[in-house]
């Protein structure tokens, strides 16, 4: 035990915020870390916490897939970190993800973790990539849900994200005549031309964006919706006959205390569309299959990996504030640990 300190630090959530997290949102608190641990318990250093838009939704307690976060409890998140006091089966050193909260080191039961191996020269932050949470979101919502076939126009909202990014990416492989992105200011556009590779991007705040998108995409077949409020609305205006959207979220409206009213919905029955929500986890039996068939993509250089890392446990909220201002492109994630800080 050693090596291990006496204290970490931890955020916990203090108050449910009414619109965007404020600094009274999480409370940072320095405690002890406990050095005796039961039979079935390890003791996770952590070096990678996940960053999710969804991390809003548990902030507010409203009925939803998950339970909110409690007001006290250390934030929930996923990481991946090292075993430094080991269990039945687990050593001390093995490398390990599950949900371990926002704090450096977290006590959890062996059964709620699972090995990672990481092949040489590998990353660990490439457990949040294509076979993590978003790459599973994307290849449901394009494939399953979306039904895209090869020569519809797909159209990505939140395309430069860490969900949108892998989506505009299937697309692609899934053999979409035309793939849209949309997305935030020239530098993410640049980035869906040249990493996504995507045939037409758009950024939402120029101000011409609508008139170009109507005269360049024509009409759109499958949309992946990230976003919501009014790109949707303007995008169920845009729908061909037989149109599916494909409701992945609506990040521009997790912040807001008032829902954004959706005009173009009639859009839906004249043109014999469907609009369907789903969460990721619904495809939980098929995930064996879809993280091969992704794992295989991202070695063969088709999916995009970019990560927005941000460094430190001091700085997980202004990290989660990244998504929601767009300060990220692909996926966010924190390296915790100073162990951490040689992974990529
Ligand atoms: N259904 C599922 O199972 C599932 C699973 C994972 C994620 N999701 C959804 O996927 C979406 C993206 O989540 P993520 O975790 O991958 O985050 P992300 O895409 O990496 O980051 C969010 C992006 O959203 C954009 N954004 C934020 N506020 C916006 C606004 N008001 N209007 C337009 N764009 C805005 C920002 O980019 P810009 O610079 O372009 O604005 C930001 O980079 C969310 O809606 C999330 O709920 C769904």
């Avoid at 991390?55 to 934030?75: C, H, K, N």
């Avoid at 919502?141 to 969900?163: C, H, N």
């Avoid at 899934?174 to 991007?201: H, N, T």
């Amino acid at each position: 035990m050693s090596n291990i300190p006496n204290e970490q630090t931890r955020w916990v959530l203090a108050e449910r915020p009414v619109a965007e997290p404020t600094d009274a949102t999480f409370r940072k608190e320095t405690v002890p870390i406990p050095h005796s641990l039961a039979d079935d318990e390890v003791l996770v250093r952590v070096d990678i916490t996940s960053l999710e838009a969804a991390m809003r939704g548990w902030l507010t307690d409203f009925r939803s897939y998950r339970a909110p976060v409690q007001i006290g409890e250390v934030m929930r998140s996923a990481g991946v970190g090292e075993v430094v006091k080991g269990g039945k089966t687990l050593k001390v050193g093995d490398l390990v993800s599950g949900g371990f909260g926002w704090q450096e080191y977290a006590v959890v039961k062996e059964s709620a973790v699972q090995k990672v191996d990481i092949p040489p020269g590998g990353s660990p932050i490439d457990e949040f990539g294509a076979t993590g949470t978003n790459g599973l979101a994307a290849y449901f919502g394009i494939t399953t849900v979306g039904q895209l076939k090869p020569g519809e126009t797909l159209v990505v909202s939140g395309a430069a994200g860490a969900t949108g990014s892998f989506a505009a990416a299937i697309g692609k492989i899934k053999g979409a005549g035309k793939v849209v992105g949309i997305a935030g200011g020239p530098d993410k556009v640049k980035f869906l031309k040249e990493e996504v590779g995507v045939d037409l991007a758009y950024d939402y705040k120029s101000a011409d964006w609508k008139e170009k998108f109507i005269e360049e995409v024509g009409l759109v077949d499958v949309f992946f919706d990230n976003v919501g409020g009014e790109i949707l609305d303007f995008v169920l205006s845009r729908i061909r006959r037989f149109a599916r959207i494909v409701e992945s979220g609506a990040i521009s409206t997790y912040n807001t205390s008032e829902p954004y009213g959706i005009k173009n919905y009639p859009q839906l029955t004249k043109f014999s569309a469907t609009l369907q929500g789903y969460i990721f986890l619904d495809y939980a039996s098929e995930f064996p299959a879809a993280k091969k068939e992704l794992a295989q993509w991202a070695a063969e250089g088709k999916l995009p990996r970019k990560f927005h890392i941000v460094d430190g446990v001091d700085a997980l909220p202004k990290a989660l504030g990244d998504i929601f201002s767009g300060a990220n492109t692909g996926k966010t994630v924190v390296r915790v640990s100073k162990e951490a800080l040689r992974f990529n």
